[in-house]
């Protein structure tokens, strides 16, 4: 099926020639009442100001319940992460640069980044085991 018509009968309404790459929605039945319609950029500066709100909201709520010290935990329990995601970012700038030349497969994208991440996240849980059973291990 052509893509375009795929996009038509999900219920995705075109702006002139410019088809969506990707419809969330279903064609506003969750957010715009049903109604097909324009998306202008007021709307979309609206909806993103809530949901920023929200997610800012929930992280001063959790930071407030958390009294402040369990990030300090979580950031030394995770002390690898920081080159899993640089490592993330390297491969998608690299794919990004190969775009024309060559597609990297979605599904082989997800499993890079997952790779990177849980080999980031599993050595830095071991360095903390190891780092615990260290003679001379203080706690902290």
């Known amino acids: 099926m052509c893509?375009?018509?795929?996009i038509r009968r999900l219920g995705c309404v075109s702006q002139g020639s410019y088809e969506p790459d990707l419809c969330l929605d279903g064609g506003?039945?969750?957010?715009?009442?049903?109604k097909q319609h324009k998306v202008l950029f007021r709307e979309v500066a609206i909806w993103s100001a809530i949901w920023v709100s929200v997610s800012f909201f929930f992280a001063a709520a959790l930071w407030w319940h958390l009294d402040g010290s369990a990030g300090r935990d979580v950031a030394d329990r995770f002390s690898l992460l920081k080159y899993g995601l640089a490592a993330v970012l390297v491969f998608i700038g690299v794919k990004v640069l190969l775009i024309d030349l060559y597609k990297i497969p979605i599904g082989?994208?997800?499993?890079?980044v997952a790779t990177f991440?849980?080999?980031?996240?599993?050595l830095s849980l071991r360095k903390?085991?190891?780092?615990?059973?260290a003679p001379g291990y203080r706690g902290g």
């Open 28 to 34: 506003g039945s969750l957010v715009g009442g049903g």
């Open 108 to 112: 082989f994208s997800l499993a890079v």
């Open 117 to 122: 991440i849980g080999i980031s996240v599993w």
């Open 128 to 133: 903390e085991k190891l780092e615990r059973a």
């Open 3 to 6: 893509p375009v018509r795929k």
